[in-house]
Structures are given as structure tokens and as C-alpha cells.
């Protein structure tokens, strides 16, 4: 018992030093608005990222559709900032957002939860595009054109509040009760049917909760880069989160964090190649994928109750059993 | 009357083209279990070999044809060879993501060199129109069609009737069998690789001669839609993938014809979701019980 506030402990002081660390950069003048515009785009990236490690690592679904639940969160928000432009309504929009996706994820995963594989990768993708196609052509989205002029009611100390509570949250749900349900589906689905376990349910709870905190991160889009159009959530931002998962490592958080920053700091880097920075960009992923086909991390988590843990045996003392 | 059968020729001509690239999908992912997402950029490659050697060498078109699935064929096994070999044992997800990686590479290194500029792609056949019965036919669009029927043809007796199609059906069913009786898959595998980049190249030089433009981004949208063709008519299945490119060539038209041309895509996707659910193999899928 006492290693896990131990560790949430520390995990809370790592989160406010690292907060405290940004601010005083910024500061200092160390990180210009260029390059906190770099960090932000990450922390929405491991926002999303997070979330799709949910559904493929832990649940071993294969969507292929979150951009379509970012759009979602990310029109919310530009409809409703229009009329209520302040932080209350920042926030209310952001939650009606989460509330659709949630509604729309339920939607969409009902008849194809029960695809495998490949197949329900190709049907969220399709499900994601008929969102995009719908709010190309509604008025109220502005149609191809997109909106823009929302007000920008969301600085970095938002996104990175943001980050910190969702990576909590999918942390948290994937070492409960639920998430144990989930990742027993996903190594046998039938033998965690034979337990009692309802693999649509939990595999449904999985999809709704990634696709939740894909409309969060598409509200801080919104808000932070203040114009968005339904190009920005095509099939190809669909693959470019789903790039950042297996990177890192499917099934590993440690491994989503450190993908996003190490491809959000060689975009930035890359950014005055012009063309030849996609070019290199797509051999860097050939290169990587076939000579560290796990990702980076592979399954990999850092875990400093593990370290209290450790160190407890060493002691022995039995508190690393209790807290298990 | 006229209006329908019109469109049915419209649809055909755009469906035998998807047709085409479905088959390259079908056959990689019955094999290997792959979504091939470069198949769509080596279709752009084929295109932009056609527009190279017409404006070049000022071939003809059945010269530009094979040489560009000649030449498709070879960059199909050779990217085969460099990025999915060292993969066969990885989770299919790594796979797919260097998939993407080769589609990325492909579709920017061809804008690095060459620009992202759209091209007109040479007219090599005068186009005629014929009216018959009050339907506009033209020439281009029975050139397409009935070469992809020829090629359909072509590919059934290749897989049929050959030693090395008898080998690609056996690698498809058991790869570890087909070992055990002698057969190289790594080779089977890589002929597969060329056979469906030489429908993809074929299929390139009769968009560019269809649609007249051709650009480094075009293999993008064509090469999903194909994928959902082959998804809808059975994934693995041959005459499968045929039927599903011409049922969304002809769903994709017709859309467009009664006014909603902003939602044809959607209604793609609407169409391939239904079609999972109802029959989740597919058209021609075999529907295999899962055994405890």
C-alpha cells in the first residue's frame, strides 16, 4: 500500500517540477514561442496517442479512426466557442464534445466491435471519413472551407494540465479491474469469455474511452491553432497517430510519450528541408520499423513503484506484496 | 433509361480500373496477410512511367503499357525484397506501419524529384465517341475496359493453370504445408509482388489515359477505395476483387449522378460497413468458424 502513494507521490512532484521546469524556460527565453509551439503539438499528440494505445495496446483493437472523434471534439468547440468565447465555454464545449464522441463511438462500435483484425481497422477508417465527408458538407461546420477565428483560450499550462489528467485516467483505467478485463480479451478472447468476462462490453468501454480523449485533444486543437478545416482529419492524421502508437511500442504509455516527442522534435528539426522532410521522414519510419519492429520501447513501462517495490524486497519488508 | 445505361458505361470504365488494383490488394493480403498501402503509389508510378516514355521515346501505347508493368513488377518485388521481407515474422501492425512508410516514401520522393505539380498525361489514343442507342461510348473507355478484362483473364489462368499460381493457392491456404511439399515462398511471395504491381502499372497508364492528369498524390484516394473493393468482395478472393472494383466504380458514378457527388465517398464507406456487418468475409469470402 505504502509504494503506491509513494509513487503517485512522486509521479505528482515529476508532473509539477516538469510544469515549473516549461515556465521557467519560457522565462529565461530557453524555449521561444517556436518551440513551445512544438510542445504543445506533442502534448496534443500524446493525448491522442495515449488514447489510441488504449484501444490497439491494451484492448488489441485495430482502429484505424481517431482523427474522426478528433474532429468531433475540435467542431464542438468551434461551434460553441462562437457564441460563448471565454473559458466556461471552452470548457463546456469540450465536454459536449467528449459527450459525442463517446455517443458516436458507441455508435460506430456496436456493429463493428465485432470485426477482427484488419477488418475493423478498414471500417473504423471508413467510419471516421463518412464523419469528415458529413461536416464537409453541414453548414453549421462551414463546410470544406472550415472555421476559423476561434478565440484561443488554450496555453501550454492547459494542454499540459491536460496531458497529465488523461494519461492518468488511461493509466488508471488500463491497471484496473476493467483494464485487466480488456487486456485478458485481448490475449484470448474466448478463454476470457469462458471466465465471465463480456468481450463486447469491454472492448466497447475501450474504444469509447480512446475516442473520449481523442475529442479532448481535438478541442485544445482547436482552440490553440484556432483555424480547422475537415482536411486536418483525414485518413492520413488517422495514420499519423497510429504511427506514433506502434513507434513507441504498442501497449507501452512510456513508449507513446517518447515516440510523440522524438517525431514532434524531428518535424520541427526537419522543417527546413522543404520537400526532402517528408522524404525523410518516411525512410526514418522504413529504417525504424525494420530493424526495431517493437517499437522503441517495445512493451516497456517506467514504474517507480516498481523501483519502491524492489527496494522493499530488498529490505524485506512485505509491503510489495499488499500493494499488488 | 438512357441516363442509366450511361452511367453503367461511366462506372464500368472507373471500376475496371479499381478492379485492377483490388487484385494486387487481394492477392498480397491472401498471401501475407498485408495491407499493402504503397499499391496505390506503385499505380502512380506506373502512370508517371507511361507519361515518361510516350513523351520521351514516343512509344505507343501498348508499348507503354507492358513496359510500365514491366517496370512496376520489378519495383513491386524490389520493395518486397527491401522492406516487408525483413518483416515476415514482426506483428502485422509493423508491417503495416513500413507499408505506410514505403507508400510516404514513394508518394514525397516522387514530389521531391519530379514536383507535386499535376501533369497532363500525353494522348497517345485520338479519342472517338460513338453514340449507340442514344449512350455515349468512347473509344478510351473500351480501350480500359477491355484491357482490365484481358489482364482479369490473363491473371485467373496464370493463378489457375500454372505451376507458380498452383504454388501462390497452396502458399495462400498453409504456408508451413506448402514448405513441407517443396515450395519456396519467399519466391511465391515475391511473384505475387509482381503480378499485382503489374496490374497496378497497367492500371496507371489507363487512368492517366482516362482522366488526362496525373500527379504524385493521385495513387492515394484510388488505392483505398481499392482496398475497400477487395474488403467488399471477399479479401483473398480473386473474381471477388473484380466484382467489388466494378460494384464501387459503378456505386461511386451513380452517386454522383443523382446529385450527391459530395457524399460519394461517404457512401463508399457507408457501403463497406454494411457489407461487413451483413457478411463479414466478404462477397466471396469464406466464412471460417472459429474452433475452440
Not at chain 1, 153 to 164: E, F, G, H, Q, S
Not at chain 2, 57 to 70: E, P, R
Not at chain 2, 162 to 172: F, I, K, L, Q, S
Amino acid at each position: 500500500m505504502a509504494a503506491r502513494w509513494k509513487a503517485a507521490l512522486v509521479w505528482l512532484a515529476i508532473a509539477v517540477a516538469g510544469f515549473y521546469l516549461i515556465n521557467e524556460l519560457i522565462v529565461v527565453g530557453v524555449i521561444n514561442s517556436f518551440i513551445e509551439n512544438m510542445l504543445v503539438t506533442i502534448g496534443i499528440n500524446i493525448i491522442l496517442a495515449t488514447g489510441l494505445n488504449l484501444i490497439i495496446g491494451f484492448s488489441g483493437q485495430f482502429s484505424l479512426g481517431h482523427a474522426g472523434f478528433m474532429a468531433l471534439g475540435a467542431y464542438a468547440t468551434a461551434i460553441i466557442t462562437q457564441y460563448l468565447g471565454n473559458a466556461l465555454g471552452f470548457y463546456l464545449s469540450m465536454a459536449v464534445g467528449v459527450v459525442i464522441a463517446m455517443v458516436v463511438a458507441v455508435i460506430i462500435g456496436i456493429p463493428t466491435l465485432r470485426l477482427r483484425g484488419d477488418y475493423l481497422a478498414i471500417a473504423t477508417m471508413g467510419a471516421s471519413e463518412i464523419i469528415r465527408v458529413v461536416l464537409n458538407n453541414l453548414k453549421i461546420t462551414n463546410g470544406a472551407a472550415g472555421m476559423y477565428n476561434i478565440p484561443a483560450l488554450a496555453n501550454w499550462p492547459t494542454v499540459y494540465v491536460l496531458v497529465c489528467l488523461t494519461t492518468l485516467m488511461i493509466v488508471n483505467f488500463a491497471r484496473s479491474r476493467a483494464g485487466r478485463a480488456i487486456q485478458a480479451i485481448r490475449e484470448d478472447d474466448i478463454a476470457a469469455e469462458a471466465v465471465g468476462i463480456n468481450p463486447t462490453k469491454w472492448k466497447l468501454a475501450a474504444f469509447v474511452m480512446g475516442a473520449a480523449t481523442a475529442a479532448v485533444a481535438g478541442s485544445l486543437h482547436a482552440v490553440y491553432i484556432q483555424t480547422i478545416a475537415p482536411s486536418d482529419f483525414g485518413i492520413m492524421n488517422s495514420i499519423s497517430i497510429l504511427i506514433i502508437v506502434v513507434l513507441g511500442g504498442v501497449g507501452s504509455i512510456t513508449g507513446t510519450f517518447v515516440a510523440a516527442t522524438v517525431l514532434g522534435v524531428l518535424d520541427t528539426v526537419l522543417q527546413s528541408f522543404g520537400t526532402l522532410r517528408m522524404v525523410i521522414y518516411a525512410l526514418a519510419l522504413i529504417l525504424i520499423m525494420v530493424f526495431k519492429p517493437s517499437g522503441l520501447l517495445g512493451r516497456y513501462e517506467v514504474s517507480i513503484r516498481k523501483l519502491f517495490e524492489k527496494k522493499g524486497v530488498r529490505h524485506g519488508t512485505a509491503d510489495s506484496h499488499e500493494s499488488e | 433509361m438512357q441516363t442509366f445505361f450511361q452511367q453503367l458505361i461511366n462506372g464500368l470504365s472507373l471500376g475496371s480500373i479499381y478492379a485492377l488494383l483490388a487484385l494486387g490488394y487481394t492477392m498480397v493480403y491472401g498471401i501475407i496477410k498485408l495491407i499493402n498501402f504503397a499499391h496505390g503509389d506503385i499505380y502512380m508510378i506506373g502512370a508517371f512511367w507511361g507519361y515518361y516514355v510516350i513523351n520521351q521515346y514516343h512509344v505507343d501505347f501498348g508499348v507503354a503499357l507492358v513496359s510500365s508493368m514491366v517496370i512496376c513488377a520489378a519495383l513491386g518485388m524490389l520493395i518486397e525484397y527491401l522492406a516487408y521481407k525483413p518483416l515476415r515474422n514482426s506483428p502485422r501492425i509493423t508491417a503495416l506501419i513500413t507499408a505506410i512508410g514505403v507508400s510516404y516514401f514513394l508518394e514525397n520522393g516522387m514530389s521531391f524529384l519530379f514536383g507535386a505539380n499535376t501533369r497532363n498525361f500525353p494522348q497517345v489514343v485520338a479519342s472517338h465517341r460513338f453514340t449507340v442507342f442514344g449512350v455515349a461510348v468512347t473509344n478510351i473507355q473500351l480501350l480500359i475496359v477491355t484491357v482490365s478484362l484481358l489482364l482479369m483473364v490473363a491473371l485467373q489462368l496464370i493463378v489457375q493453370h500454372t505451376r507458380m499460381g498452383t504454388a501462390m493457392r497452396a502458399v495462400a491456404v498453409d504456408q508451413e504445408a506448402a514448405e513441407l511439399v517443396g515450395i519456396n515462398p519467399n519466391h511465391v511471395i515475391s511473384f505475387t509482388f509482381g503480378l499485382g504491381s503489374a496490374l497496378a502499372g497497367a492500371a496507371g497508364v489507363l487512368i492517366g489515359l482516362y482522366y488526362n492528369s496525373i500527379d504524385p498524390l493521385m495513387g492515394m484516394v484510388p488505392g483505398i477505395k481499392a482496398f475497400v473493393a477487395a474488403v467488399v468482395g471477399g479479401i483473398g478472393s480473386i473474381p471477388g476483387a473484380a466484382l467489388g472494383g466494378f460494384l464501387i466504380g459503378i456505386l461511386e458514378t451513380f452517386v454522383q449522378a443523382i446529385g450527391l457527388s459530395a457524399y460519394k465517398d461517404a457512401a463508399v464507406y457507408v457501403v463497406l460497413i454494411v457489407i461487413l456487418v451483413v457478411l463479414p468475409a466478404g462477397i466471396f469470402g469464406k466464412n471460417v468458424k472459429e474452433k475452440v
